[in-house]
């Protein structure tokens, strides 16, 4: 079964620049995995943030960014904000099904 | 404004079976595909699968095969998902996403808690 690997928790500064990964047991992330990331606050749905790699919706904030990094899908946060304090998900695509990773706990401090 | 609205929150025996409902708006739900994720409690998201609202078409996660089934109503733009055999280890919010063809996941409902004990 595929697993989806993220980093556990990181700790950002307020005002820092901070990379959340997503890593396939399959081996490199590609475009074609479409990887997608979510925001999620405790009680509260997940927010999607960023689709197909490198695509913004029209309400997330510019400092976020995807990317692909070292066979890798990417998170970047740059000027951490307090409200960005949460858990944060990609979720990829393997030919029809598509497979969470397992989250990464961000912290401003 | 696209919503996507759940049904309430459930109790359910062991054994028992869930239908949870959700009701699409602002959008033509037959473009869109519809998928089913559910998060234990402090777990991660967990993908159930996909319902393309416009032919019914399904996908079901390996993990749920035999035991859920996804269902669409056009008529009134609401699509089902019904997990039977439920567990204690079922016990979590469910949540209904949108998706359109290969691009966005970008809409979620709000969830639905489901609670399975004896």
């Known amino acids: 079964q595929t697993v989806v690997t993220q980093e556990p928790s990181l700790t950002v500064s307020p005002g820092g620049t901070v990379t959340l990964t997503c890593a396939s047991s399959t081996g490199a992330v590609t475009s074609g995995y479409y990887p997608n990331w979510f925001q999620q606050k405790p009680g509260q749905a997940p927010r999607a943030l960023i689709y197909?790699?490198?695509n913004k919706h029209s309400w997330t904030p510019a400092r976020f960014s995807g990317s692909l990094l070292g066979g890798k899908a990417a998170l970047t946060l740059s000027g951490a904000q307090p409200e960005d304090e949460a858990e944060y998900y990609c979720?990829?695509?393997?030919?029809?099904?598509?497979?969470f990773g397992g989250g990464t706990k961000l912290t401003v401090l | 404004q696209v919503q996507l609205v759940q049904s309430g929150a459930e109790v359910k025996k062991p054994g028992a079976s869930v239908k949870v409902s959700c009701k699409a708006s602002?959008?033509?739900?037959?473009?869109?595909?519809i998928h089913w994720v559910r998060q234990a409690p402090g777990q991660r998201l967990e993908w159930m699968g996909w319902i393309t609202a416009g032919n019914g078409n399904t996908k079901y996660s390996q993990n749920f095969q035999g035991r859920v089934t996804f269902t669409g109503d056009t008529s009134a733009s609401t699509a089902y998902m019904e997990l039977s055999s439920l567990r204690s280890e079922d016990t979590a919010v469910y949540y209904c996403a949108r998706q359109y063809s290969y691009g966005p996941w970008d809409y979620w409902g709000q969830g639905t808690l489901v609670t399975v004990s004896s």
């Open positions: 979720l990829v695509n393997y030919v029809g099904a598509w497979v």
């Open positions: 197909s790699t490198t």
């Open positions: 602002g959008y033509t739900f037959t473009t869109y595909t």
